[in-house]
């Protein structure tokens, strides 16, 4: 059976490495007849949490604040996986991601918990200069078993100063595979 797929694309590059992996990952998943929604976060109008505890999940947008989430709310009350992609920014997620993670807040308050558990799953892709992924995985894997999400796994690729760095380098190949996995 087809997956409906989320991407939320954190990295501040439309083109760059993050994006190689992404569009592997997407390859892979649309070649297994899934389908895959990406946002471009840093494109979009997203601000902060405000952490008022005014957000209803029952709302077709559950947050108070009225920007761009109000598009990514939809899609991910009704994906079955959701991406974290990102480039690794002094070892997390970098800022837009961590923004747009924070604000998915919103879909657990209110009338019913909207996003932890309901069978979802994630990866993670991630492209760095560096190679220093040890905290943001352990991030990660933390925040799986905190909202009840299947791990799915990660592709991690160190190594990527400049665009275009990641071509060649089999993490673009593990992305794929990754994607074309889901069914």
């Given at each position: 059976m087809a997956k409906k797929i989320v991407i939320l694309n954190g990295s501040p590059r439309r083109n760059g490495n993050t994006a190689a992996?992404?569009?592997?990952?997407?390859?892979?998943a649309e070649s297994a007849g899934n389908t895959a929604t990406e946002f471009f976060l840093s494109s979009m109008d997203?601000?902060?949490?405000?952490?008022c505890f005014g957000g209803q999940s029952g709302r077709e947008c559950p947050c108070v604040q009225r920007d761009d989430m109000a598009r990514i709310y939809p899609e991910v009350k009704t994906c079955d996986v959701i991406v974290l992609a990102t480039p690794l920014y002094y070892w997390n997620m970098s800022g837009q991601l961590r923004t747009a993670i924070g604000r998915l807040f919103a879909l657990e308050e209110g009338d019913e918990n909207l996003l932890r558990g309901h069978g979802r799953a994630s990866v993670l892709l991630m492209a760095a200069e560096g190679h220093?992924?040890?905290?943001?995985?352990?991030?990660?894997?933390?925040?799986m078993e905190r909202l009840r999400w299947k791990n799915l796994g990660h592709v991690l690729s160190g190594g990527n100063m400049n665009v275009g760095d990641i071509q060649g380098k089999p993490e673009i190949?593990?992305?794929?595979?990754?994607?074309r996995s889901i069914h």
């Open positions: 992996l992404v569009q592997a990952f997407t390859e892979g997203i601000h902060g949490c405000k952490g220093g992924f040890e905290d943001v995985a352990a991030y990660y894997d933390h925040l190949q593990q992305a794929y595979d990754l994607g």
